[in-house]
């Protein structure tokens, strides 16, 4: 067990819906990345949030924005969904900017 | 865009065999990561090694690394059924998210 939650485990919607995605990182992490992983992008680097700020961006889509709360959760949503954004969702986190990241057991999103 | 790249892509061998995997990238690096992540779950961090090191051990794990070369290497020694996972390596992109590779996935058959 990383001690990074993420909820929910899985998550069938629809083309055209919108979901959220939430992470709770270590207890002490400031740092927060979010992951997408699929099997022809593979896995591949969307967002990092840093104590409540955005720190660098990745292959992060439009339709795709994240936030860090003040408690150092962290939400990702997803709107407009299309069939190509079914993938496992990661959050990992890590201490300050250290490069170690911890992950947590990922959200299977299916589009239907 | 993947930084690293993992060869073989899938390796099957038996208990007690020592399996070996590389990783190739592109830019400079200041460290590369190992990870393993077991079928659909999370990704385990398994190893760091810094671009002044060539070599380090953790357990069962040997980590090489050549930066002249742009590579490096994960071997497992002894191989157990609890180590059939895909193994990635991973290296620094923006700010320091990881850039990882495809990864290899490991079978290892009692």
């Known amino acids: 067990d990383s001690g990074v939650t993420q909820t929910p485990k899985h998550l069938i919607t629809a083309t055209g819906q919108r979901v959220t995605l939430r992470c709770s990182p270590r207890?002490?992490?400031?740092?927060v990345y979010w992951y997408q992983q699929s099997l022809d992008q593979g896995l591949q680097f969307l967002i990092q949030y840093y104590n409540g700020e955005e720190r660098a961006k990745g292959n992060i889509l439009e339709r795709f924005s994240a936030q860090q709360f003040p408690d150092l959760h962290s939400e990702l949503n997803l709107s407009s969904l299309e069939l190509g954004d079914s993938a496992l969702y990661f959050c990992a986190s890590s201490v300050e900017d250290r490069v170690t990241q911890y992950f947590g057991p990922g959200t299977r999103l299916t589009v239907l | 865009s993947q930084q690293g790249e993992e060869d073989p892509q899938a390796l099957s061998i038996q208990e007690g065999e020592n399996a070996t995997m590389n990783c190739s990238y592109k830019t400079s690096i200041n460290n590369l990561q190992w990870y393993r992540q077991n079928s659909g779950r999370g990704l385990v961090h398994l190893i760091l090694?810094?671009?002044?090191?060539r070599e380090k051990h953790s357990g069962r794990l040997r980590v090489t690394l050549d930066t002249s070369k742009k590579s490096s290497s994960l071997l497992i020694t002894a191989s157990r059924a609890a180590d059939t996972a895909s193994y990635f390596c991973a290296t620094a992109g923006a700010g320091t998210a990881l850039i990882f590779g495809k990864g290899t996935t490991l079978s290892v058959s009692s």
């Open positions: 207890s002490g992490d400031l740092s």
């Open positions: 090694i810094r671009s002044n090191e």
